[in-house]
Every structure is written in structure tokens, then in C-alpha cells.
T-cell receptor
Framework: NAGVMQNPRHLVRRRGQEARLRCSPM?????VYWYRQLPEEGLKFMVY????????ESGMPKERFSAEFPKEGPSILRIQQVVRGDSAAYFC?????????????FGQGTRLTVV | AQSVAQPEDQVNVAEGNPLTVKCTYSVSGNPYLFWYVQYPNRGLQFLLKYITGDNLVKGSYGFEAEFNKSQTSFHLKKPSALVSDSALYFCAVRDGAGNNRKLIWGLGTSLAVNP
């Protein structure tokens, strides 16, 4: 059973371009979480999705950021018109169900660098 | 409001000595508590969790944590530290009350084990 797969591992974008980050959850997991980690900082929650539904997007910036988790295929975090401040590590985690006592499993992250 | 505090940014300990990484929390209902470890340029790995039952929880790599309800703490411990334990450690809590399943994260504690 493969773990949470994120790709690409490293992504370089020029200011103004779009960044697409992909996350394939563990097999059987239908809940996906996205986090952002800035250098020397902790994890910041961005969005929580279940298949085809956004459950909680309270951590998403109001503009330029969007996320989806379609019925088929990976979850996508999309950042439009990237700026230097978007440079960070973006982590995806998945869990099998919504139980409060369930731990989440993390991917290796995508390191976005905006030049 | 739900919150997690890791009061120490960095902990230094000599190899072979016991280590403690501190975590305190605040939730309105019963807490579900988690510890994760992050090695350089890697994702987060689950170490252990407290849901209910015995206050002393044992996890991966010889780590354990003690839940203390009166002090609202969940400190991570290991009897004898290894150099390979050097990493970033995150504490997280989920409130067992209500329908909010979002994990609340501490800012992390950097553990350095010196040979």
C-alpha cells in the first residue's frame, strides 16, 4: 500500500505563473488535508476535502488559491499568479474517514519556489 | 478556542540522556492528541496518539507520551536519546466535541541530540 504521493517534489515558477500541486491519498482514504509550511515556521492548515466536496477551507487565502478533490484522480491545489510569498513547502495528508481519533498520513511535500 | 503550545523552540540533549519535548493544549471537549516527527526535507511521520485509556502512550522508535488532564499536557519522552532522533517534533490536538475534525498544530520543537 503506497503512502501519500505528492508531485512534483520541487516546483519552480516565475512570478505570475500558475502552480499546480498534486496529491494522491493512500488507498482507501477519502479525506485529504492541505498544509503550508513556511521556512522556520510550523504547519498552517489550508483546506480539508472529502471526495468532490470542500469541507473546511478556512485556511485558504481568499484569492488565487483553490483546491479540488474529484471523484477520480488526485487532489489538486492550484495557485494562480504566484508571488514570492507563496514560496513554501506544501504538504498533503490523508485519512480513511472522519473519525476524531484517526491520525493523518502525510506525503513528502512539494517545495514551491517562486523566482 | 482550541490551541496547542510547544513552549520550547529548541531542545538540546546529550546522546544517551532522557529527553522531553513539551506540549500543552486547550480544547472544550475531550482532547485527541498526536505527536509527529519531521526529518529534514521530509514529510511528517506519525509517532503516537492519545485517544482514551492509559495515560502513558507508547509509540514508534521508543517514544512515549504522558497525558495529564489536570495540567492539560501531553509531553513526549524517550528514556535514552539517539543522535538520529534529531528532528522537528510537532504536537497536534483535535477536539472530540462537535463536528470539527480539523487538527490544531503546535509550531514545532527542534530536537538536537549531541553525540
Amino acid at each position: 500500500n503506497a503512502g501519500v504521493m505528492q508531485n512534483p517534489r520541487h516546483l519552480v515558477r516565475r512570478r505570475g505563473q500558475e502552480a499546480r500541486l498534486r496529491c494522491s491519498p493512500m488507498k482507501g482514504h477519502s479525506h485529504v488535508y492541505w498544509y503550508r509550511q513556511l521556512p522556520e515556521e510550523g504547519l498552517k492548515f489550508m483546506v480539508y476535502l472529502q471526495k468532490e466536496n470542500i469541507i473546511d477551507e478556512s485556511g485558504m487565502p481568499k484569492e488565487r488559491f483553490s483546491a479540488e478533490f474529484p471523484k477520480e484522480g488526485p487532489s489538486i491545489l492550484r495557485i494562480q499568479q504566484v508571488v514570492r510569498g507563496d514560496s513554501a513547502a506544501y504538504f498533503c495528508a490523508s485519512s480513511p474517514f472522519q473519525g476524531a481519533n484517526t491520525e493523518a498520513f502525510f506525503g513528502q511535500g512539494t517545495r514551491l519556489t517562486v523566482v | 478556542a482550541q490551541s496547542v503550545a510547544q513552549p520550547e523552540d529548541q531542545v538540546n540533549v546529550a546522546e544517551g540522556n532522557p529527553l522531553t519535548v513539551k506540549c500543552t493544549y486547550s480544547v472544550s471537549g475531550n482532547p485527541y492528541l498526536f505527536w509527529y516527527v519531521q526529518y529534514p526535507n521530509r514529510g511528517l511521520q506519525f509517532l503516537l496518539k492519545y485517544i482514551t485509556g492509559d495515560n502513558l502512550v507508547k509509540g514508534s522508535y521508543g517514544f512515549e507520551a504522558e497525558f495529564n488532564k489536570s495540567q492539560t499536557s501531553f509531553h513526549l519522552k524517550k528514556p535514552s536519546a539517539l543522535v538520529s532522533d534529531s528532528a522537528l517534533y510537532f504536537c497536534a490536538v483535535r477536539d472530540g466535541a462537535g463536528n470539527n475534525r480539523k487538527l490544531i498544530w503546535g509550531l514545532g520543537t527542534s530536537l538536537a541530540v549531541n553525540p
